[in-house]
C-alpha cells in the first residue's frame, strides 16, 4: 500500500483507518496544550447542561486525531515517499459531537488530482472521521504538494 509519486494514486481510491477510543486523558492534554479549558470539554456539572448533556472533545481535538489515524495506514499511504508539503484544508465541519469513550476510525477517499508545472501535483482528499455508530463527527477537504514520477508529464 505505500505510495510514492503523485502518480500512484486514482481519483475514488479509499483508505479506511484503523479505529482509537478517545479519552478523558485525551481531552485533558489538549485541554493543556491549547489553552482552551471550556467548561464544555472540561467542567462536569457544567457540561450536564448543555445540549450534549456531558463533556465533548474539541472539534479540533477531533482533527488532530483524525491526522494521526492517517499515520497509522502506513507511513506512506496517505502521504506519499515524495511528499513535499501539506497545501491547504477546506470545507471543515463538525457535524457531530465527540465523546469520551466514542472510537473513532478516518475515512479518506482521493477526490481530486492536479498535476503542476516542474514535475510536482496536487492531491485533494476527503476525510471523514467516524465513531463506532457510523456518525460523521467531522469532515473536511485537504491537499498535499508531492513529486510526480521522474520522466512523467
Same mark, same amino acid.
Given at each position: 500500500m505505500?505510495k510514492e509519486?503523485f502518480?500512484?494514486?486514482?481519483?475514488?481510491?479509499k483508505?479506511?483507518?484503523?479505529?482509537?477510543?478517545?479519552?478523558?486523558?485525551?481531552?485533558?492534554?489538549?485541554?493543556?496544550?491549547?489553552g482552551?479549558?471550556?467548561?464544555?470539554h472540561?467542567?462536569v456539572e457544567?457540561?450536564?447542561?448543555?445540549?450534549?448533556?456531558e463533556?465533548?472533545?474539541h472539534?479540533?481535538?477531533g482533527? !488532530?486525531?483524525?491526522s494521526?489515524?492517517?499515520?497509522?495506514?502506513?507511513?506512506?499511504?496517505?502521504?506519499?515517499k515524495?511528499?513535499?508539503?501539506?497545501?491547504?484544508?477546506?470545507? !471543515?465541519?463538525?457535524?457531530?459531537?465527540?465523546?469520551?469513550?466514542d472510537?473513532?476510525?478516518?475515512?479518506?477517499?482521493?477526490i481530486?488530482?492536479?498535476?503542476?508545472?516542474n514535475?510536482?501535483g496536487?492531491?485533494?482528499?476527503?476525510?471523514?472521521?467516524?465513531?463506532?455508530?457510523?456518525? !460523521?463527527?467531522?469532515?473536511?477537504?485537504?491537499?498535499?504538494l508531492?513529486?510526480?514520477r521522474?520522466?512523467?508529464?
Amino acid at each position: 500500500m505505500e505510495k510514492e509519486y503523485f502518480e500512484d494514486y486514482q481519483i475514488g481510491e479509499k483508505f479506511i483507518s484503523p479505529g482509537r477510543t478517545v479519552t478523558e486523558a485525551d481531552i485533558v492534554m489538549f485541554s493543556a496544550l491549547s489553552g482552551d479549558w471550556h467548561p464544555l470539554h472540561t467542567d462536569v456539572e457544567y457540561a450536564k447542561n448543555t445540549l450534549f448533556g456531558e463533556r465533548i472533545a474539541h472539534g479540533l481535538l477531533g482533527m !488532530v486525531i483524525g491526522s494521526g489515524l492517517a499515520f497509522r495506514l502506513g507511513a506512506k499511504a496517505v502521504l506519499p515517499k515524495h511528499f513535499i508539503a501539506f497545501y491547504g484544508m477546506d470545507r !471543515v465541519r463538525f457535524t457531530s459531537p465527540l465523546k469520551i469513550g466514542d472510537t473513532v476510525h478516518l475515512e479518506i477517499e482521493v477526490i481530486d488530482m492536479i498535476p503542476k508545472e516542474n514535475g510536482k501535483g496536487v492531491l485533494k482528499f476527503r476525510a471523514e472521521l467516524k465513531n463506532q455508530r457510523n456518525e !460523521v463527527v467531522n469532515v473536511h477537504e485537504s491537499r498535499i504538494l508531492v513529486s510526480c514520477r521522474p520522466g512523467s508529464k
